[in-house]
């Protein structure tokens, strides 16, 4: 109840960028933790948008010592509230398990390693159409090869919006409606309907080609968010 009343406050005060009126169920972050393979070898996985740790309950499960977690949020009370169930609620899940989390926003993060598993909670609908296009090409670096990125959204709330954006002449956001469109269309592999949620979601699952994208750095290190970027707060990594 607490974390909820919390939640509220946020979107209250930042609805357009947490984009959802309530955190998801435990459903979104079950559906989306059976697609996560376990291969014997150690898994780097990100979220992006991660909130206050709805789903990333659900994949600490998953995680096994020698593998790396990844989390990206640009709401400094939900990173406070991460940093809290990293060290307390998570502890015992994340043994043996590097975690950082890039307390900022992802267009201000240099990633030089791709992810087995990128997931993505972010509300791409409430973005403008260069901010979408930007983020698809960081998917597409991210993703590394035979990787796969899940992505998970409100059903139907795409359609309505375009429906909208038509209706108000509103052209951005019918151009960011059709990005996202086309992309799913090119990559999307599979979709699972969640409807123990509210309201109820689509857990979406795609492979990209990141072979095909030119990678300037081989390098295994992570770097840490650009300072000189953030336009938000500080950039900051706490780990
Ligand atoms: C729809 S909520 C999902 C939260 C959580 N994963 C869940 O399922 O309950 C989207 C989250 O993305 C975060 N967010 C929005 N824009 C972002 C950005 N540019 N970079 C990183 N996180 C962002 C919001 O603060 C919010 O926590």
């Known amino acids: 109840m607490k974390s909820v009343l919390a939640w509220l406050r946020e979107v209250r005060s930042n609805a357009s960028s947490v ?16 697609h996560i393979k376990d291969d014997g070898k ?10 206050d740790g709805a789903v990333t309950a659900q994949i600490v499960q998953v995680l096994k010592p020698g593998d790396r977690l990844e989390l990206v949020e640009i709401n400094p009370s939900f990173c406070q509230e991460l940093q809290r169930r990293i060290h307390q609620e998570w502890a015992s899940y994340l043994s043996g398990v590097e975690v950082v989390v890039h307390s900022t926003g992802l267009q201000n993060c240099q990633f ?13 609908i409430n973005f403008g159409s260069d901010q979408v296009q930007e983020i698809y090409f960081q998917f597409q670096r991210l993703v590394s090869d035979g990787g796969q990125l899940l992505s998970f959204e409100y059903a139907c709330s795409r359609r309505l919006k375009k429906f909208l954006g038509q209706l108000t002449g509103n052209r951005d956001l019918v151009k960011t409606c059709k ?29 990209l080609g990141a072979a095909n994208v030119k990678d300037e750095s081989d390098s295994e290190t992570v770097a840490d968010c650009d300072p000189n970027q953030s336009d938000i ?7």
């Open 112 to 124: 030089h390693r791709r992810f087995d598993v990128v997931i993505s909670g972010l509300p791409l």
């Open 233 to 239: 707060r500080p950039s900051k990594t706490c780990s």
């Open 19 to 34: 984009g959802a009126l309530l955190p998801s169920m435990p459903a979104v972050g079950n559906t989306i933790r059976k």
């Open 42 to 51: 150690p898994k780097a996985i990100l979220e992006l948008g991660a909130g």
């Open 179 to 207: 990005l996202i469109e086309e992309f799913h269309h090119k990559n999307q592999v599979g979709w699972d309907p969640v409807l123990l949620n509210i309201p109820p979601m689509k857990v979406r699952r795609f492979y």
